[in-house]
């Protein structure tokens, strides 16, 4: 037996179970102060109503015979396919039913995607980046080639003729910047990738936030997307399903001449048993009338949580991006701090939990990201005592 020894070229610890870490053995030294954690991406709001009831409909099917439900297609039922379907039409996007994959989530099918491609496939990141594109390819002992992200760029960089790619991943808004390409922007990733028979792995996770008309939502917006272009979504954040769990991935059958939608179908068939009849009944209503007001309005409660933070950092004349249409922070760190001593002294003085910057990637470094995923009653907390602490 040999193991697969690409495991040795990652890190021992994820990002987040390092946070975790030396927040639990903060609290453990200092029971006494209340932690604000404003780090790890999750949501507090619950489910909303149309959810829940439509959760609790389905649960009392499956304790019916006549209504009881088994193995589901693994591609996705089609009342929750047509749902999405309508969704992109509703910003422009036409796609066919079976170009959408109903999944358990985008991290899961971004790291799966990968069954698709060969190994000497060279993928390219931008850096800082969310962590799982470059452990999943490195896992698979994929060359990566960096493309820097920084204040320079707005942290939105655009392909290098001289740099070439076989796999390219995208994030917009950003994850962890909260930076958002404009229709100019990707159209020259779209060209790029095109003209380099590359392929674009485009995570729209945090689309929901983008309120501009003049900022694209999906990637199929773009001319030319549909021939290059595979796009992975979720509900986690749209609608709270980060304990639920349910995304979708569009794979288009321009690409390849259909090659890789046909893949896809038949990596899902062989390796996925597919979402759960309830979980998805409970997405289905996310794309209800009812359940996308509600859903606007635990958005709307996040982006007020993210307009209070950005406006205690301007106050304090501390540079940032993001929030505007994303649910992050992104800001560089005070008194040329690195981004673990910021975390750290964040964490001592005012018990306020971050996400440091150089987790992402070296051009994070001396960067930090803050989330509005917080309850209300925290973020107005925190943003008090960074006030206080500020002055």
């Known amino acids: 037996m040999n193991v697969n020894t690409n495991y040795q070229n990652i890190s021992d610890s994820y990002l987040f179970s390092t946070i975790a870490k030396k927040v639990n053995e903060f609290a453990e030294n200092n029971p006494d102060k ?125 392909p290098e003729k001289s740099v070439k790619a076989d796999i390219i991943y995208l994030c917009s808004p950003n994850n962890p910047t909260g930076a958002v390409y404009n229709k100019e922007q990707l159209k020259v990733w779209v060209d790029y990738a095109n003209e380099n028979h590359s392929v674009i792995l485009f995570d729209a996770a945090y689309e929901c936030f983008v309120t501009d008309e003049n900022l694209p939502r999906s990637i199929y917006e773009i001319e030319g997307a549909k021939t290059c272009a595979i796009e992975f979504c979720s509900l986690s954040k749209m609608a709270g399903f980060t304990g639920t769990r349910c995304g979708y991935t569009v794979v288009p059958k321009g690409i390849e001449d259909g090659l890789l939608n046909k893949m896809w179908l038949r990596r899902q068939t062989t390796k996925f048993n597919g979402v759960p009849y309830i979980i998805q009944r409970g997405a289905e209503a996310v794309f209800t009338p009812v359940g996308q007001k509600e859903i606007q309005e635990n958005l709307n409660y996040y982006k007020e949580n993210a307009k209070l933070i950005s406006e205690v950092l301007k106050k304090h004349n501390i540079w940032h991006i993001g929030g505007t249409h994303s649910p992050y922070i992104w800001l560089k760190c005070p008194d040329n701090m690195s981004s673990w001593e910021f975390f750290d002294y964040l964490l001592n003085n005012v018990q306020i939990v971050g996400t440091p910057g150089s987790g992402f990637g070296k051009n994070g470094e001396g960067y930090f990201r803050l989330t509005s995923f917080g309850s209300r009653e925290n973020t107005l907390e925190a943003v008090k005592r960074l006030d206080d602490f500020l002055k």
């Open 34 to 158: 209340k932690i604000i954690r404003l780090g790890i991406g999750d949501v507090t709001l619950p489910l909303c109503k149309a959810v829940v009831e439509a959760l609790k409909n389905a649960s009392s099917e499956m304790g019916v015979k006549e209504t009881f439900h088994g193995y589901g297609p693994e591609q996705g039922y089609e009342f929750l396919k047509s749902k999405v379907q309508a969704y992109y039409e509703d910003n422009g996007v036409n796609l066919d039913s079976d170009e959408i994959f109903i999944s358990d989530g985008a991290k899961s099918d971004l790291g799966n995607i990968l069954d698709l491609f060969a190994v000497d496939n060279t993928v390219m990141v931008p850096d800082p980046v969310y962590p799982v594109y470059v452990d999943t390819n490195t896992m698979a002992g994929r060359k990566i080639v960096y493309i820097d992200a920084n204040a320079d760029n707005n942290f939105l960089p655009l």
